[in-house]
C-alpha cells in the first residue's frame, strides 16, 4: 500500500476500502519546487490537488495590492474549487512557499469516477463538497466579525505548526495588518498563557 | 403538477423527472408569519428550506453588535447548512422579514433519500452542496476584498428587486456602513447610469 492510498483511507474511513483505493489510484504524484505556480489568473483549473509536503499561499491581486486568501500545507486539498468545477478561468494564485509533493486528480478522471455505476463516488464528492463548503463558511464568518486577533487565533489553532512554516510578513499581509501588530498579537497571545 | 414539483424540475432539470418529483415530494409546505424566526442561536437546524414567496435575513449576534450574512428571497434555498449536515446547535438567526411560504424537507428524509440505492440523490446533494460553497466562496472573496459600492452592486445585481423588499437600513446595516453612505452610493450608481 503506498502513502497516498494509507492516507485516503484513513481521510474517508467511512468509505468501502476497495473505492478509496481506486480514488487514490486515480491520482498521479507530481513534484513543484518553491516559487513555481500550481495556478495562475486566467488559466483553468484542471486538477483537484492533494499536498503530501508543502506549503502553497493562494491570493488574488486587485488594483494592483494582493489579497491572501489561503495557505495549504501538508495532507490538506487545494484547488480554486470554482473554476475546477466549471472548467472556467480562474482569478486566483496558487504559489509554492516551499518545494511540494502532491497528488492530483483531474477533471476529467474525477467525472469519470462519478459516472461509474453504483460506486460511492458521487457520496464522496458530496462529501468533499460539503467539507469545502463548511471551511469557506467559516472564513466568510471569520472575515464578517471577527477582529485581527481572532483571525490569528483561527489560523494557528488549526495548524500549530503553520507560524513556523509561513513567513510572519505573509501571516500580517493575510490578517490585513502591519508586521509590528502581528509581533503585539503573538506577544500578547504569550503573555496571556503564562 | 404543483408548484414545487414545477420549479424544482426547471431547476435541476438535468435529473430524471421521476427523481425531481420524489425529491419535490418530500419536501412539507410550511407558512410563517413576518417577524417570526425559521432559526435561532442555540437551536439545531433540522430542515432543509425552499423559499416558495418570502423574504428572510439571516444573522449573527456576536458582543452585543448584529451582523447580517445575508438575505433570501422567492425560489431561494435557506438553512444553515453546517448545523443541518451535522445537526449541531447553530450560532445563526434566521428571521422573516415578510410572511413566508416555505418547504422544509427534514434532515431524516434527505439522508433516507440519500440511502436509496441507484438513485440518483447523492449526485443532487453534491450539486447543491457544491452551489452552496460557490455563494460562500464568493462572498468570502468580497468580503476580503471589495468596498461598500461593489458589494451593494454583487447584492442587487443577482436580484434587482431586493432593494424594494429590504429596508434601506437593513441593507446599509448588511454592508456595514451608514444608511447616509448607502443613500450616497445609491445616488452616485444612478448619475453613472445617466
Redesign the interface.
Known amino acids: 500500500m503506498n502513502a497516498i492510498q494509507e492516507i485516503f483511507l484513513k481521510m474517508f474511513s467511512r468509505f468501502p476500502e476497495e473505492a478509496i483505493i481506486q480514488f487514490a489510484n486515480a491520482f498521479s504524484e507530481k513534484k513543484l519546487k518553491k516559487g513555481d505556480f500550481l495556478l495562475q489568473e486566467g488559466q483553468i483549473c484542471r486538477d483537484l490537488v492533494f499536498i503530501l509536503n508543502g506549503n502553497m499561499m493562494c491570493y488574488?491581486l486587485?488594483d494592483g495590492k494582493r489579497?491572501i486568501?489561503e495557505f495549504s500545507l501538508d495532507y490538506e486539498f487545494i484547488t480554486d474549487?470554482?473554476s475546477f468545477?466549471y472548467q472556467s478561468t480562474t482569478d486566483k494564485y496558487i504559489e509554492c512557499l516551499e518545494d511540494c509533493v502532491i497528488y492530483t486528480l483531474s477533471y476529467e478522471r474525477m467525472n469519470a469516477l462519478?459516472d461509474l455505476?453504483?460506486q460511492?463516488f458521487?457520496?464522496l464528492?458530496?462529501m468533499m463538497?460539503?467539507q469545502?463548503?463548511?471551511q469557506?463558511?467559516?472564513?466568510?464568518?471569520s472575515?464578517?466579525?471577527d477582529d485581527a486577533t481572532e483571525r490569528y487565533l483561527k489560523l494557528i489553532n488549526k495548524r500549530p505548526y503553520l507560524s513556523q512554516r509561513v513567513p510572519q510578513y505573509l501571516i500580517a499581509e493575510y490578517l490585513g495588518i502591519a508586521p509590528e501588530s502581528l509581533s503585539r498579537i503573538r506577544k500578547s497571545l504569550t503573555n496571556t498563557k503564562v
Not at 136 to 141: A, G, Q
Open positions: 488574488y486587485k489579497y486568501d474549487y470554482t468545477i462519478y455505476p453504483h460511492p458521487d457520496r464528492g458530496r463538497a460539503e469545502i463548503y463548511l469557506w463558511h467559516e472564513k466568510s464568518k472575515l464578517l466579525m
